[in-house]
């Protein structure tokens, strides 16, 4: 089992950054690829970016690129999601999630990943 805890959302201006942490519990994300998703009212959860853990391999979704970094630290078993230039179009609840498979086709699909965290409010104001 994986246990996952989002933190360091929160309210920012259109332009300002947050940096998301995604901390890993009960066992180490070894070979699993991590990814963050976002889900705004009314919408679909969708895939922002994903990190493949043993070689940090990325993956972003366009609306995430060049504007957001997601990046790992193995020792402190944690997932970041950098975002910079936020936009109002960025207010949604960002989660992270695990998937077991790892790497490769489905990535960006919610319905691959294993485990998943309880979610964290970002709300960006124009």
């Known amino acids: 089992q994986v246990q996952l805890v989002e933190s360091g959302g929160g309210l920012v201006q259109a332009g300002g950054s947050l940096r998301l942490s995604c901390a890993a519990s009960?066992?180490?994300?070894?070979?699993?690829?991590v990814g963050w998703f976002r889900q705004a009212p009314g919408k679909e959860r969708d895939i922002v970016a994903a990190?493949?853990?043993?070689?940090?391999?990325?993956f972003y979704a366009d609306s995430a690129k060049g504007r957001f970094t997601i990046s790992r630290d193995n020792a402190k078993n944690t997932v970041y999601l950098q975002m910079n230039s936020l936009k109002p179009e960025d207010t949604a609840v960002y989660y992270c999630?695990?998937?077991?498979?790892?790497w490769g086709p489905g990535i960006g699909d919610v319905h691959e990943y294993n485990y998943w965290g309880q979610g964290t409010q970002v709300t960006v104001s124009s």
């Open positions: 990190i493949k853990w043993n070689d940090g391999s990325t």
């Open positions: 999630a695990a998937r077991i498979a790892g």
């Open positions: 009960g066992r180490t994300f070894s070979s699993y690829a």
